[in-house]
């Protein structure tokens, strides 16, 4: 069955035309430049008759596409995985996708790492339950946050080479504390992670910034290619079968 999803986070928003197991066609647009009308989605304009699965954690989208037939990602219609341990409506659809995807593509127990504008983190253990995870900024929300709310620090380029951990200059000194910091955090959490289950754990890192996190997260390597829309697959199945 040819299914359009819709996966909207804060900074893109991804289109795909998908069968029951496969994504066929991909497109990725900014959120932003999609939410003012100055990009627009092919695949949505000439695939709208399809049965259309959405996600967002961007309020705004939903009126945005009021005029489609949008079957928007609903939390209590999810039954392949245990969400007895977490506060169920204060999850983000994405996570939850994330969780589903992880459930089917990933051997378990998992800790599914999605570097976006925030960074957040997914844990399923052996039998599917969804334990939770963290939530913390990611590099870009904390370049702009330093700019932004002090006098003199600057915008700093987007580089995904490792930086040394000190330097004699401001732009390499602030790469140093939010690029090796990010890394460092993400090592804490999850040897932390780890220990509270009493588990090996396998890691994986998906997003937009995955790269540069699998290349200096030793334990992490990066996960199947569209990973929260194949999530979103996964929940359309269960509809299906519901």
Request: glycine fraction near 8%.
């Amino acid at each position: 069955m040819k299914r359009l999803l819709i996966n909207a986070g804060n900074t893109n928003i991804e289109f795909a035309l998908a069968d029951d197991s496969t994504i066929n066609d991909y497109e990725k647009i900014d959120t932003r430049a999609f939410l003012n009308g100055e990009k627009e989605s092919a695949i949505l304009k000439k695939n709208s008759d399809c049965e259309i699965i959405a996600a967002t954690v961007v309020p705004e989208l939903e009126t945005c596409l009021e005029q489609y037939d949008i079957h928007w990602f609903d939390r209590t219609q999810i039954t392949c995985i245990d969400l007895s341990q977490i506060e169920l409506e204060q999850m983000g659809a994405d996570r939850l996708a994330n969780a589903l995807a992880a459930s089917v593509l990933c051997p378990l127990p998992v800790i599914v790492i999605d570097s976006g504008t925030a960074i957040s983190t997914e844990i399923l253990d052996a039998n599917k339950k969804l334990l939770g995870g963290m939530i913390m900024p990611g590099r870009r929300v904390m370049r702009n946050a330093l700019s932004r709310d002090t006098a003199l620090l600057p915008e700093i380029p987007w580089q995904n080479e490792r930086p040394e951990p000190y330097a004699g200059n401001t732009v390499d000194a602030m790469r140093a504390g939010i690029d090796l910091g990010c890394i460092g955090a993400l090592e804490k959490l999850i040897t932390a992670t780890i220990e509270s289950l009493g588990t090996d754990c396998h890691v994986i890192v998906i997003g937009g910034d995955k790269d540069f996190i699998s290349d200096h997260l030793e334990i992490a390597e990066n996960g199947p290619e569209h990973f929260t829309l194949r999530g979103l697959i996964i929940y359309a199945q269960g509809l299906k079968k519901s």
